[in-house]
């Protein structure tokens, strides 16, 4: 299995790449993450061209049981993240 990337080494990686300094990639990285998740919160979408596709995706409440108590418990409705991704990045993990 590949190693997880964390936002430290995401910002490592970009910092190579683009020859900023690591605080400017790790300000770009956040500020990334950032404006990503204040556009879902506001029910927006993120698409990405060659990666994929951000959104939100409202979930109905529903009954669900505690397997160790065997009581039932109501999951309140709730809004849920969403991920698409393209077929570029499909093909490309393939």
């Known amino acids: 299995m590949a190693n997880t990337l964390t936002k430290r080494s ?3 990686k970009v910092a190579e790449q683009t020859g900023l300094s690591l605080n ?10 950032s404006v990503i998740t204040d556009t879902l919160v ?8 060659g990666f994929g596709k951000f959104g939100t ?3 109905e409440a529903r009954m669900a ?6 009581e039932k418990i109501e999951v309140p409705a709730h809004d849920a993240v969403t991920f698409k991704a393209s077929k570029t990045l499909k093909d490309a993990v393939k």
């Not at 400017?24 to 993450?33: I, L, S």
Request: glycine fraction near 10%.
């Open 10 to 12: 995401l910002a490592e």
């Open 24 to 33: 400017k990639a790790n300000e770009a990285v956040g500020a990334v993450f």
């Open 42 to 49: 506001d029910g927006g979408a993120v698409e990405v061209l």
């Open 57 to 59: 995706k409202h979930v």
């Open 65 to 70: 049981m505690n397997l160790h108590t065997k």
